[in-house]
């Protein structure tokens, strides 16, 4: 059985390499574009506008349609498919060798928390990387594997950045990996695609200094000159990992071929890169251009599985706010704290002295909402559409209205947009508060506006299944289908 899961192996890396350059052949990911924000708080406004989009426009190159690769992906989804089974069948499990304090089970859910463990790099990668057979397929070397994690962990806490940090890669990577086995997309992708997307949610952040590209550029700090004030952090983030694997000790890939690492760095570089929150308005444009055209008339036009790709990594590393409210609010919390410190620098080094995010007078509550509202709404809610259709076969049917899927974000996302609209109409904001400086939230006085929203949630839907019926009762005919 080993020898066919090899046999397999190869055809699959061959098929993968053939489709992925057809891929970047057809590929425009360069487009940019626009964000318009309305926000009760002009500041907020204005931060959303400048962080989320881009208004450098560049060239559009016309990408072709995906007609001529169908056949390339049919196959090496056949392939992986069938290889993945046979693994199954000949491998142990690595939460048990190694006496792991959670197995893929936990990691499987979207409401897992991986603030509840230590060592969150390593403990991620060896369960994800398994369950995609990502160690088997590529030989990686168990003990490298794990010196990997440690120099990743270091990487992440070199500069102790309050949100940016360890536990945020562990998340993007687990969150990256419970959008996958939550959709169709695992036959949709080559073996080679989703390689490189868990690793870029690995090590996506690396080196994070707890500032952001609008500081480094402002102060004129060393690495936005190496970069010459173009996706300053994620550039240093791609770069310096692949310095890393330079290191026999670290590096994961040497049983990869040529060609195979060729193929992948270019695509992890591409997919860290994408992850500049500018270039957030042009991939949610992308991607609801995509909808539309599959939608009207079923046809692939100008997106790619670079594109999806993309817009997952980007999708899972906005999802905070998209979780249950209990792993939501500990992210929020460091988040602040880390535009806070920031803001404090800024009083210090920026001419004007006019700090984004001033920890005394930023309404925490209108930050949430413009965050969810305009960001990470938009983002799921293009996700959910585009993921409900196989979105690289010509022939893939919208599913019907009746069947549409549920996403398990889809309520979590309600209910934290609408405990800090609850909080921002009836609240005293000052309560949200325990602390300034570092920030502390009072948790407890939130829970009780979670409560309320809950319960507004519940009425709202009880209104809109009532309003249905009636809909329904006073035009018979819409009921001819059920």
């Known amino acids: 059985m080993l020898e066919h899961v090899e046999i397999l192996g190869n055809i699959g890396k061959e098929l993968d390499g053939i489709l992925y350059n057809l891929v970047d052949i057809l590929s425009d990911d360069t487009r940019q574009s626009e964000i318009n924000i309305t926000s009760n708080d002009g500041e907020i406004s204005k931060w959303l506008e400048q962080t989320f989009s881009s208004k450098q426009q560049r060239s ?66 060896l369960l994800v990387f398994d369950a995609h057979d990502i160690i088997s397929r590529y030989r990686i070397d168990i003990d490298v594997l794990k010196n990997f994690g440690r120099a990743l962990t270091e990487g992440y806490t070199k500069f102790r950045p309050a949100y940016h940090n360890d536990y945020h890669g562990a998340d993007v990577l687990q969150t990256t990996h419970c ?50 004030d173009s996706s300053v952090l994620e550039n240093h983030h791609s770069s310096s990992i692949f310095k890393l694997l330079r290191d026999k000790r670290f590096n994961i890939w040497s049983n990869m071929t040529i060609e195979e690492y060729r193929t992948f760095r270019s695509l992890v570089i591409s997919l860290v890169l994408a992850t500049d929150m500018a270039n957030h308005a042009s991939l949610v444009e992308r991607m609801s251009t995509y909808f539309f055209f599959k939608e009207t008339n079923g046809t692939t036009t100008v997106t790619d599985s670079k594109t999806l790709l993309q817009t997952l990594l980007h999708a899972a590393d906005i999802s905070n706010a998209a979780k249950p409210w209990p792993v939501y609010i500990q992210s929020a919390e460091k988040i602040m704290e880390e535009f806070f410190m920031q803001g404090d620098l800024e009083k210090i080094h920026y001419d004007d ?130």
């Open 179 to 228: 959008l996958l086995i939550k959709s169709s997309l695992l036959n949709v992708f080559a073996q080679i695609e989703i390689t490189a997307l868990l690793f870029a949610a690995a090590i996506h952040d690396y080196e994070h200094p707890g500032l952001n590209n609008n500081y480094l550029v402002k102060t004129r700090s060393d690495l936005a000159l190496i970069y010459n």
């Open 353 to 482: 002295s006019k700090s984004t995010f001033d920890r005394e007078s930023t309404d925490i509550a209108q930050l949430q909402i413009g965050f969810i509202s305009h960001i990470v709404c938009p983002t799921f809610d293009v996700l959910s559409k585009v993921l409900q259709v196989d979105s690289l076969e010509n022939n893939a049917k919208l599913i019907s209205p009746k069947t549409t899927s549920t996403f398990p974000w889809q309520y979590d996302l309600q209910l934290n947009l609408e405990t800090w609209r609850q909080i921002s109409k009836e609240g005293d904001i000052q309560q949200v508060w325990l602390q300034r400086k570092p920030l502390k939230l009072n948790f407890q006085y939130l829970e009780t506006y979670v409560e309320k929203a809950k319960n507004y949630l519940k009425k709202r839907s009880q209104q809109e299944l009532f309003a249905a019926a009636i809909h329904g009762y006073e035009h018979p005919g819409l009921n001819n289908n059920y």
């Open 60 to 125: 559009i190159t016309a990408t072709g349609r995906f007609e001529s690769i169908k056949a390339i992906i049919q196959a090496s989804s056949f392939v992986n498919a069938l290889q993945r089974q046979l693994r199954q069948h000949t491998k142990e499990r690595l939460d048990v060798i190694f006496d792991l304090p959670a197995d893929i089970n936990k990691l499987n859910l979207w409401s897992f928390n991986i603030m509840e463990y230590s060592d969150p790099i390593l403990l991620t990668l």
